[in-house]
């Protein structure tokens, strides 16, 4: 099913290029991209799954990469939830938003 010309997304899955320790995090989300592309029809949906896809491979990598923080370190940029978890996302204002209408601005 794959077609001639190749979907721009595709070359963000790409791996070799990489350090040794991220090419082992990146690759299978490549190697699963070429699938998808091999396999589906051209269409919207396939495109939204390459994409999804490609945000769960850019996370992966930043988790890999990432720094531990140190002891004492500042949570300020960190947003915290009602319940205060650090990391949740305040979602009112979005609801609040999307049921005036004007969430689609």
């Known amino acids: 099913m794959?077609?001639?010309?190749?979907?721009h997304i595709e070359q963000f899955f790409a791996?070799?290029?990489?350090p040794e320790h991220l090419q082992l995090v990146s690759k299978p989300f490549g190697d699963l991209a070429v699938e998808i592309v091999a396999t589906l029809p051209r269409n919207p949906e396939r495109t939204v799954a390459l994409r999804?896809?490609?945000?769960?491979?850019?996370?992966a990598?930043?988790?890999?990469?990432?720094?531990?923080?140190?002891s004492g370190a500042s949570t300020s940029g960190t947003v915290q939830a009602?319940?205060?978890?650090?990391?949740?996302?305040?979602?009112?204002?979005?609801v609040a938003l999307f049921r005036s209408g004007r969430g689609h601005e």
Do not use: F, M
Not at 15 to 18: N, R
């Open 2 to 7: 794959n077609n001639d010309k190749p979907d």
């Open 61 to 70: 990598v930043r988790c890999k990469i990432a720094k531990e923080p140190t």
């Open 15 to 18: 791996w070799s290029h990489l």
């Open 52 to 59: 999804k896809l490609l945000e769960a491979k850019d996370a």
């Open 82 to 94: 009602s319940s205060g978890e650090p990391g949740a996302r305040p979602r009112a204002r979005s």
